[in-house]
């Protein structure tokens, strides 16, 4: 932020006081939840929505789960499998094989990708 940040100069607060505020919630966390928090809460301070901190969600999911996907896939034997499914999906459950989208089979989809 200090070097490279072309916007530093237009932060709510100064950079230097926004850095001594918070570094020592990073500093002194505890574990990655609360690691993950200070380096919210610092964030937070910056006006950046590039900072926003999202994570993978198997390692770390807030309570309301507002940071995890809501379908993780897998490419099991030559398949495409639903190895996670939140439970607001009611089309999917873990396990199933996606074969096609939009009645386009996945090895298609895979190939234009490519």
Same mark, same amino acid.
């Given at each position: 932020m200090q070097y490279f940040n072309p916007n530093k100069d237009i932060l709510d607060q100064?950079?230097?006081? =926004?850095? &001594?505020?918070? @570094? &020592? !919630? +990073? $500093?002194? $966390?505890?574990n990655s939840v609360a690691y993950y928090f200070s380096i919210k809460r610092f964030s937070s301070c910056t006006n950046n929505a590039h900072l926003e901190g999202l994570t993978y969600a198997q390692y770390f999911s807030p309570p309301t789960y507002y940071y995890s996907t809501e379908i993780v &896939?897998? !490419? @099991?034997?030559?398949?495409? =499998?639903?190895? $996670? +499914? $939140?439970?607001?999906v009611i089309s999917m459950k873990k396990g199933d094989i996606i074969k096609a989208i939009n009645n386009i089979t996945v090895s298609k989809i895979t190939l234009k990708q490519f």
């Open positions: 100064p950079w230097d006081s =926004t850095f &001594l505020k918070n @570094i &020592l !919630y +990073v $500093a002194n $966390a505890k &896939l897998r !490419y @099991i034997e030559n398949n495409y =499998t639903a190895v $996670a +499914v $939140a439970s607001n």
